[in-house]
């Protein structure tokens, strides 16, 4: 059974870093993402690594943000610095066996999501 676990959201000040996690268990992926839903608004792309085509960001935190992954853990990881212009969210990290982008419709495995609320 595919399961995908995400850790380390929490209150961050702004202006402040922060680093997620999502462990995989039950298979590999060729794709894993980060995406992001603050309240009333639609999930959004942040980032997105493959094997294939490496690493992928939404242009608002390109130079803030870093995707990496854990192959022997088969965990991704989200660093976020300067978090001071983004809006709270819950982040969701996603996978899938095949080439994946910022399309949230076809990643096929999600988390649960993290919060991620930023203080003033």
């Known amino acids: 059974q595919v399961q995908l676990v995400e850790s380390g959201g929490g209150l961050v000040q702004a202006g402040g870093s922060l680093r997620l996690s999502c462990a995989a268990s039950g298979r590999t992926f060729s794709s894993r993402g980060w995406f992001r839903q603050a309240p009333g608004k639609e999930r959004e792309f942040v980032a997105a690594?493959?094997?294939?085509?490496?690493?992928t960001y939404r242009v608002s935190v390109k130079g803030r943000f870093t995707i990496s992954r854990d192959n022997v853990k088969n965990t991704v990881y989200l660093q976020m610095n300067s978090l001071k212009s983004e809006a709270p969210a819950v982040y969701s990290c996603?996978?899938?066996?095949?080439?994946?982008?910022?399309?949230?419709?076809?990643?096929?495995?999600w988390g649960q999501g993290t919060q991620v609320p930023v203080s003033s």
């Open positions: 996603a996978a899938d066996p095949s080439y994946r982008d910022y399309d949230v419709r076809r990643w096929g495995y």
């Open positions: 690594n493959s094997w294939t085509e490496g690493s």
